[in-house]
């Protein structure tokens, strides 16, 4: 003898969250927005599963339009700072500066310093030797 009975599992918890939320909740409703009303992003969807998902999992399209402005500053920023670090270096072969690798500018007001020194004591100097 065979029996072809059937057994049923037991629901799941998230089968019966959702089935109460679809029951209780409901499809939202198009309706006219009020006017000075804007309206958050999540009530553009129509089931509660989607806008429950919508408000707390994911970026919204203004978050993730402000992010890809910053991205873009940043890459401009960057941009502007090579530009920048080229100028200086065609300005230090134009007018024959001190090296840009060497170029720090804590020090560079010392070597202004040493460079003033040195025609100070050459100037001191004589010019003959005399021995």
């Known amino acids: ?7 049923c599992s037991p629901p799941s918890p998230s089968g019966i ?6 029951i209780l909740v409901g499809p939202a409703e198009l309706r006219p927005i009020p006017e000075g009303y804007q309206p958050r992003e999540e009530e553009y969807h129509r089931n509660p599963i989607t ?3 919508t408000k707390y999992f ?5 978050e993730n339009y402000e992010v890809h ?6 890459c401009a920023k960057i941009s ?3 530009q920048l670090r080229a100028e200086v270096k065609r300005q230090m072969q ?11 500018p804590d020090i560079a007001r010392y070597s202004r310093m040493k460079r003033e020194a040195d025609t100070f ?9 005399q021995g």
Do not use: P, V
């Not at 969250?17 to 679809?22: F, G, M, Q, T, V």
């Not at 402005?69 to 940043?74: K, P």
């Not at 134009?94 to 720090?104: L, M």
């Open 1 to 7: 003898m065979t029996s072809t009975s059937t057994s």
């Open 121 to 129: 004591n050459t100037s001191c100097q004589g010019t003959e030797f």
């Open 80 to 82: 502007e700072m090579g």
């Open 17 to 22: 969250s959702i089935l109460a939320i679809n």
């Open 69 to 74: 402005l910053h991205c873009a500053w940043e």
């Open 51 to 53: 806008r429950i998902i």
């Open 58 to 62: 994911k970026t919204g399209m203004q």
């Open 94 to 104: 134009i007018h024959g500066d001190y090296k840009g690798w060497y170029h720090r």
